[in-house]
C-alpha cells in the first residue's frame, strides 16, 4: 500500500514560496523567506516539504559543491541533469544521453541493474567568466 502525501498549508506554502525562487536555494534560505513573509511555518516542516517534493519530482534537488542540499521547483518531468554557475546560481537542464549510457555500462559490467546516478556540472556562466 502507497502512502498518499496530504496536501497541508505548509507543503503548499513551500511550493509556493520555492516556484517563486530564480534558481536554487537551500531550505534555510526558503524558511527566512517563508518566516521574513510572515509565515509561522517551522524549519523542520520546510526541510520535510522539499525533500517530499524532490521525491515526488515536483522540485529539483542538488548538492552544492559545499555539501548542503539545494532545491528549485521542477520544470522538466523525469530524469535530468544541470550545468550550474558556481558565481551567480544560473542553472541550466542539459542533455545526458553520454552519461546515461555510461552509467548503464558500467553497472551492467559490474553486474548491477537498475542503476541510478545524479549528475550536476557545476562552472562559471559566460557572464560570470567575462
Known amino acids: 500500500m502507497t502512502a498518499v502525501k496530504r496536501n ?3 507543503r503548499e506554502a513551500v511550493r509556493a514560496a520555492l516556484s517563486e525562487c530564480d534558481g536554487f536555494i537551500s531550505a534555510q534560505s526558503l524558511f527566512s523567506t517563508l518566516r ?3 509565515s ?3 524549519l523542520a516542516t520546510v526541510y520535510r516539504a522539499l525533500a517530499s517534493l524532490a521525491v ?3 522540485a529539483d534537488s542538488l548538492q552544492s559543491p559545499e555539501g548542503e542540499a539545494l ?3 521542477c520544470t522538466t ?3 535530468h541533469h544541470h550545468l550550474i554557475c558556481r558565481n551567480c546560481g544560473l542553472t541550466i537542464e542539459i542533455e545526458a544521453d553520454e ?3 555510461w552509467a548503464q555500462r558500467v553497472a551492467s559490467a559490474n553486474g548491477f541493474t537498475e542503476p541510478q546516478h545524479v549528475v550536476d556540472v557545476f562552472g562559471l556562466c559566460a557572464a560570470c567568466s567575462a
Request: charged share 30%; glycine share 24%; hydrophobic share 25%.
Open 8 to 10: 497541508t498549508w505548509q
Open 36 to 38: 521574513d513573509g510572515g
Open 40 to 42: 509561522p511555518i517551522g
Open 56 to 58: 515526488e519530482g515536483d
Open 71 to 73: 532545491y528549485r521547483a
Open 77 to 79: 518531468i523525469g530524469h
Open 99 to 101: 552519461v546515461e549510457e
